[in-house]
């Protein structure tokens, strides 16, 4: 059985994917890691490594202490505490992930996850509908790490025949795991306070569309496009990925038909620039065609089953 390796298990995809990929290939073929000390729930469930993806050295030994085959590289800062640290930003989005490549290129792992963002595109990209391929000049140091890291992804798949996949995630929305320091995470919050206050004020104005998804289809398409073929996975720099749209004041109205009495108010901070920047919807055909994406979550049915579950 080929052993998994997820970098940054503890982060609000890394917790998901590791609770799915285990269920799936065996708790013990699936080796959890994050900066974080591992509690004593954490080795309960699996084999737990103590790691910062920054240090090289270790990361070798735990790829060859497992005999580890496919890595998960989710370790990363995002778009909002990125713009508070853009040089530490860089240096963790980047080096990371060229340790993991160059491991691949030396032959000592065979499969790469690595999650890209709608955060590559910029002012000038077009926001409806957002092509696959088209002009992006993100702004953002987070959306600048994030491009670049998808022109080395493709660089070693044509260069090296690095098997490296990977996914441009819109917003993530789950129950099971806490985001941070995404523009996208009013789109969590605003589920708790909704049920604890009745009340949230929102970081961005009420018209702000953004594209989002529901968590259970985000770990559902990640693992779909690692289990592909790799002859069909045509893209080697990173798919375009959707399910919904939404603004917070449709997403405030949709948890109003659950919690009637439920008040949203809106005093947009920084991250308002950032979500300005970014797509409003996005073209994801080239998944459904080449891996056969589908999402199963709309705004409805996202919503009906976060408020069930929190
Ligand atoms: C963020 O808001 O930074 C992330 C993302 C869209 O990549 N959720």
Redesign the pocket.
Known sequence: MSKILVLGSGGQIGTELLLSLRQLFGDSNVIASDIKPASPKDLALGPYEELNVLDKNKVNKIIAKYKIEQVYLLAAL???TAEKNPAFAWELNMNSLFYILDLAKEGKIKKVFWPS???VFGPTTPRQNTPQFTVMEPNTV?GISKQAGERWCEYYFNKYNVDVRSIR????IGYKSA?G?????YAVHIFYEARKNKRYECFLSENTALPMMYMPDAIRATIELMETPAEKVKIRSSYNLSAMSFTPKQIAEEIQKHIPEFKISYKPDFRQQIADSWPQSIDDERARIDWGWKNQYDLKTMVEDMLKNI
């Not at 995630?169 to 993530?172: A, D, K, N, S, T």
């Not at 320091?181 to 995470?185: F, L, N, P, Q, R």
């Open positions: 995002l778009s909002a963002s709608i955060a987070y995630y819109p917003g993530l985001p320091g995404g523009t996208t995470d």
